[in-house]
Nanobody, 125 residues
Framework: QVQLVESGGGLVQAGGSLNLSCLAS????????MGWFRQAPGKEREFVAA????????RYRDSVQGRFTISRDNAKNTVYLQMNSLQLEDAALYYC??????????????????WGQGTQVAVSS
């Protein structure tokens, strides 16, 4: 099991940027593919982005492609989500997640085993 703590959320105007961070502890970080998910009020948790264990491959949901960038620094046990050109519909609670058993192609909630508590992203018009 890996423990995950997200940070970096906040309130930003539409068109603005935020950089989320997720610090991992407890296991060897570079054994894990890492993902970001989000959940808006009244909606299901949805996949946002994921990166493989060595940081050489990433994938994104269509609506954030070209605006969000996921990256990781294995020396710091940290994964990042740089979010640019934020839109009202990006507002949600953002979760970091880890999996040591699922390939990057699996983007469901069930594919991930360990979750952080989330960091709130609010976008104003």
């Amino acid at each position: 099991q890996v423990q995950l703590v997200e940070s970096g959320g906040g309130l930003v105007q539409a068109g603005g940027s935020l950089n989320l961070s997720c610090l991992a502890s407890g296991r060897t970080f570079d054994n894990y593919n890492m993902g970001w998910f989000r959940q808006a009020p009244g909606k299901e948790r949805e996949f946002v982005a994921a990166i493989n264990n060595v940081g050489s491959m990433a994938r994104y949901r269509d609506s954030v492609q070209g605006r969000f960038t996921i990256s990781r620094d294995n020396a710091k046990n940290t994964v990042y989500l740089q979010m640019n050109s934020l839109q009202l519909e990006d507002a949600a609670l953002y979760y970091c997640a880890a999996t040591s058993r699922s390939p990057l192609s699996r983007t469901t909630v069930e594919a991930y085993d360990d979750w952080g508590q989330g960091t709130q992203v609010a976008v104003s018009s």
